[in-house]
């Protein structure tokens, strides 16, 4: 016997003898075979200050030992799931040569890994672990209240079943553009001589695809002045601290508690900038004392008051007058804002008068602005401690949940404005603590915000890891975006168990903030199927002159998700163009759904040019768009003016296929589905077999199990009848199916695009 010297250890080994990796026995009882997730890496981890012993176990047998000769080479027990899948041998290494040759994702199973390590280091580990605390995870954040009480997983956690099989050899274009990030000469007189168009940003991608247009089909450049001059110019000089603020101008008590209500309905519950009771007192204070000390005395909240009439003046505007709606009181807010170096000391004052003036700057188009002061108001949160959760204990529940509700509001348009312009989130949610939903209180306003924050986050992590500059393989980009609808189930049970509630108090119609929480839900669809579309249009552009086209495989394996976006795209433009006058002219968020909706429909029906509700909705979106314009909004004239020119564009690629005899791509799925219901694969049958096997399992839990059901009739058969007796969950359920929101449906889309017979095992609605 020898000594084997192994970092810092002695081990008493045989020889001559053979070690194996992956030992099948040990020699000692004291030692286990530890499993591991991924590479094992045990590395030189202390125990009791000293390095622990990493044993490589001979092996039971040694052949030479024996007098044998040594045996042939067996494949490797750790072999990839490709080889495994293709019956071939695999080196075990990762990635293996195969993969490496046949440039496809090398991917191992989990677990399949093994090391020996001594029995008393495992004992120390469970010791040690056994000591640790457990910590809140920082996904129990944005979890639904049950699931922070129970700390259980989120549905997205769930390990989904595998992909079926792809062409391996099919790659897309997740963004067609080009590496480094483009840039454009800017007209701006007082700024730099270009503007950067991020290459994630949907603010810049009608320019991007403008230019992508143009240069493939060698037309002139000839597109809308995309960067120039401000759509709603404004200057303003800062006070000095020490001046006096002008009270002059300022509407009656009874107009500004008027205003004060109009800025409460527009902005609803989705956004809480203020506590309203602390609001009127100030206002009532100021209109029946001495209105200059109050406004020198309080000059923050002075400077806050002007804003809120600034939005209410915009809110009711219908002028299409050069300057933006309510600028007179906004100018005179921004004069009076004190100095960034005293600002932040009055800090949940300063949070929210730095999150309304960022609102406006957005609406009126100015996003780099708007995220400079969202950007602050955020710094100042986190100085306070809004990120984390407070104790209510020392700083009362009211404060608590006014930080609470204020810190959910930044985190909503930090996403959405970081989003838009295509930049890093100031935040990140690893860094969150504070919940969205204090643990077993539940209402309607408290869920549809939670909806609104964990969408918000979704789509963020969309256009994070989905949209690349360079080809990405088509199983890994079906598998993230799988992934993606996945967790939109969860988001959908959550809409049909909140409509529920709202339509068992009610008959009126959805409230404002479900609808804004329901366009939201799509447009996360539509960001995450439109680089297929992307895709196919960068492929076509390639090939325009060649007319070598196979598209069989790939729209038989894309064609539910293509149809999804398509669906989803339908269904916004239909939700706006509703007659209930809920149609927002001045906050931007409406026209940016309609916007997107319609440049996703406008690509759609360029490349699938027999899509039946294609040309009626792309009608619906100029409609929406000339409302907008007819009421004084100069940011959707602009807008309008964009897509026309994208649409002139599309029509030129459409007529080149057509002269050229190119490939009429069809989405069969959507012509056939269009006569048995709005499902977007069209499979109303399989639906419907999902829907009664589902049943029997969820029979015994009441609400869940009879709501869900009745969305799979209602979005599976638009326009046909409910049963006679229309009880409030059918009502919320007929709603929901109107507006294409069924967690049923995702489910079979996820089905489709995975193994139909464990998928439904483990999304059980029940769990």
Known sequence: MQATKMRGCSVASPRPTSYSRHAQSSDT????????????????????????????????????????????????????????????????????????????????????????????????????????????????????????????????????????????????????????????????????????????SPWSFTARLTLLMTEKLNLAYSAPDFFGEDVYPLQWSPATASATPDIGGLPSIDHALYLFETVKFHLGQNYRFFDQDAFVKHMREFYSGSPVRKAAESRLWFVQFLLVLAFGKAFLSRSNARDPPGSKYFVRAMSLMPEITSLWKDSIMAIEVLALAGLYLYSIDQRESAHVYVGQAIRIAQLEGLHTQLPEDELGVDIVMRCRNLWWTLYVMDRHFSSSLGLPMSTQDSDITALVNTPGTSSQQGSLLGLQVRLSRLLSFIIRTIYKTEQTQLGEFLEATRSILHSMVAHAREMERTTYINFQSSVDAISKEARHITLLYHQCVIVATRPLLLSVLKERLEKIDRGEEDWRSFIETTQPLISTGIKSAVMTLQILSTDDGLLELFLPFDLEFAY???????????????????????????????????????????????????????????????????????????????????????????????????????SRDGYHAHSDRTAVSTAGAEGQSLAPQLAPEAVSNEYLGNIGISSYEFLSIVDQMGDPEGCYDALDLAQ
């Not at 042939?72 to 075990?92: E, F, L, M, P, Y």
């Not at 000339?626 to 564009?649: I, P």
Request: positive net charge; proline residues 7%; charged residues 25%.
């Open 29 to 200: 009882p004291s030692s286990l075979n530890l499993r591991l997730h991924g590479p094992s890496s045990l590395g030189t981890a202390r125990n009791h200050g000293r390095p622990a012993c990493l044993l490589l176990m001979p092996s039971h047998r040694s052949d030479a030992s024996q007098g044998q000769q040594p045996r042939k080479a067996r494949r490797t027990a750790n072999a990839c799931i490709a080889c495994r899948q293709s019956k071939i041998k695999c080196s075990g290494a990762e990635p293996c040569g195969n993969c490496q040759r046949r440039l496809v994702r090398c991917r191992f199973e989990e677990g399949c890994n093994r090391v020996t390590v001594s029995e008393r280091y495992l004992l120390e580990l469970r010791k040690q672990a056994g000591h640790q605390q457990p910590k809140r995870p920082y996904d129990v954040a944005f979890g639904y209240p049950s699931e922070a009480e129970a700390g259980s997983a989120s549905p997205q956690s769930e390990e989904l079943p595998p992909l079926r099989t792809v062409d391996d050899g099919r790659s897309i274009w997740t963004s067609p553009f080009s590496r480094p990030s483009t840039t454009i000469k800017s007209t701006y007189k007082n700024k730099a001589n270009w503007v950067w168009l991020a290459p994630s």
């Open 596 to 698: 997107a909706a319609a440049v996703h429909l406008a690509m759609a029906n360029a490349l699938f040019p027999n899509l039946d509700d294609g040309p009626t909705s792309s009608q619906e979106a100029h409609a929406i768009l000339d409302e907008m314009v007819f009421k004084g909004n100069r940011v959707a004239a602009m807008r309008k003016s964009e897509l026309a020119h994208l649409e002139t564009l599309f029509g030129e690629l459409a007529k080149r296929a057509e002269r050229r005899g190119l490939q009429t791509l069809t989405l069969s799925s959507l012509q056939a589905g269009s006569d048995a219901g709005p499902d977007v694969d069209g499979s109303t049958s399989h639906d419907n077999d999902v829907a009664a096997a589902a049943a029997e399992d969820d």
